[in-house]
């Protein structure tokens, strides 16, 4: 690890302008990601700024739902009392992702920051179009093509890179129609969350649409109109501490039989959650049923593309949307 200074921010507005002026900086709140990526030599900063005192960790009531700061740590959202009350969805994710001792670190904001874990973005011996780039584009410069990747997608991705984002809460969020709260020096802005993140395109090195000089601040999540049931199922190789092979956050209005709201996002299967609203929109009125549930999970799969070790995936997370729309019928 390179030496690096260190910068204390006291409000959002300074940490904004320290972060803009100089290239190479970032922010650090927890740091359960970042500083294992600099000790890989994936990230190097000259500048850190230190944004963990910053008030920033408020998890309160809204008009229209709840809103979270970006600062709040994991393990006090998830065990939140107006989280369990009104979003269990989310807390179920927290809780399912990492170790009691990484929650208790990592922030929110960090979380929708996380970055991939695909062994070739970790190992710099490798090529890797979301590490470096402009080295070599195009498929030689991604080694999971050629590589081992049972744990990589299967949707949404490019011939330069096909890691998936690794965060259970971000799952979670994208069925809960969060948004994302952002702060800037050219002013704020609120982005939903099914539009945060991207997909790999030409550019894998861009997770989302965060701009070098912008800071999240808040999430806000939105209490639906219809009172349903949601549920979060992670399929993993071991009971802790592991990332999912698929995910899905569920949450659905069932009424006489019949489906009136549904939202269905995925995990392990694509460089961001995977929602396709036009397949939740087409549930709606149709009966609350195992054959309505494998439809729905096979539309959600129809642009699948496996690789050589992953085409298990698909069966795997048909399997899984079934299972998880039945329980919170």
Known sequence: MKNFDLIQANQPADAVKLVSATPATRFIAGGTNLVDLMKYGVESPDILVDISRL???????????????????????????LVIDRFPLLSQALLAGASP??????????????????????DTST???????????????CG?????????????ASDSCIATNPSDMNVALS??????????VNGNRSVPLIDFHRLPGNT????????????????????????????????RDRASYAFSLVSV?????????????VRIALGGVAHKPWRMPDVENQLVGKPAIESTFREA?????????????????????ENTIVRTLQTVV
């Open 55 to 81: 008030p920033l960790d408020n998890i309160e009531k809204t008009a229209t739902g709840l809103r979270i700061g970006a600062l709040a740590r994991n393990s006090d959202v998830a065990a939140n009392k």
């Open 249 to 261: 956050a569920a949450r659905m209005t069932v009424e006489n039989g019949t489906i009136q709201h």
């Open 297 to 317: 999970a096979r539309q959600l799969l129809a642009g699948a593309e496996p690789h050589q070790y992953n085409s298990f995936k698909i069966k795997l997370a």
């Open 175 to 184: 069925a809960l129609d969060a948004v994302v709260q952002i702060q800037g």
């Open 204 to 235: 894998p090195q861009r997770d989302n649409v965060l701009e070098p000089n912008e800071l999240i601040v808040a999430i806000d999540l939105p209490t639906s109109r219809l009172v349903g049931k949601s549920h979060y199922q992670k399929v």
């Open 101 to 122: 001792q990484l929650r208790n670190m990592a922030t929110m904001g960090g979380n929708l920051m996380q970055r991939t874990r695909c062994y070739y973005f970790y």
């Open 127 to 141: 090529p890797c179009n979301k590490r470096n780039p402009n080295t070599n584009p195009g498929p030689n410069g």
């Open 144 to 156: 999971a093509l050629g590589g081992f990747n049972r744990l990589h997608a299967i949707l949404g």
